[in-house]
């Protein structure tokens, strides 16, 4: 069987999931990903620079993947007219992401984006990440302006806690992704703080 060229990113890129799955993140090295797919140390090197390149390589991708589904299942929720139903899907996308996607999630959650940004990254991955960020908040503010017609910053900080800060201590941090009681503890949680809705402007 040939021996596949570096210049085919994805199949380093599912390495590196593969390890992450296999024994976590410190164990994704350049010695261990060119073992798993065969190409050089140096070949590695001149493709993402760093080890940490490559993690950072892997996590964007992972990112984008994420970010698809959940813009996707807020959109399905949004053509139904549910801006309530909207919200509790962008906050249950991490678990649905887990389910379809389980070795780029679990890249997406070992390693935090902050963790990444204080590494030595190349300065494209450093500013793709940057991007990546934009995209989130954007969706929050979306979510602010079709439930309350509001894009201030009280209005987005209620959808923040909503879809990052409730899945992050609900599911993400205890590992709960396939419990069906977690899932629901969120919904709930969720719909309780649309209740509540933002303080005034």
């Known amino acids: 069987m040939p021996r596949p060229r570096v210049y085919e990113p994805d199949q380093v890129l599912d390495a590196v999931e593969s390890l992450t799955v296999a024994s976590g993140p410190s164990a994704v090295t350049i010695r261990a990903v060119s073992d798993a797919v065969g190409v050089s140390n140096g ?3 001149h493709t993402f620079e760093s080890r940490s390149g490559l993690m950072g390589r892997a996590w964007i991708r992972a990112a984008r993947r994420f970010f698809t589904l959940q813009h996707a299942l807020v959109d399905q929720a949004l053509a139904d ?7 509790v899907a962008a906050a249950e996308a991490p678990v649905v992401f887990a389910e379809r996607h389980p070795a780029s999630s679990a890249v997406l959650w070992a390693v935090s984006r902050e963790e990444l940004l204080k590494s030595d990254l190349p300065d494209d991955v450093a500013v793709e990440l940057h991007d990546l960020q934009r995209l989130l908040i954007g969706l929050m503010i979306r979510l602010a302006d079709a439930l309350w017609g509001r894009k201030d910053a009280h209005a987005v900080d209620s959808i923040t806690t909503c879809i990052v800060d409730l899945p992050t201590a609900i599911v993400l941090n205890r590992g709960r992704q396939s419990n069906s009681t977690a899932r629901e503890h969120l919904r709930a949680s969720v719909r309780a703080v649309l209740d509540v809705g933002p303080p005034p402007r």
């Open 81 to 87: 007219g549910d801006t309530r139903a909207a919200v």
């Open 43 to 45: 070949a590695l090197y």
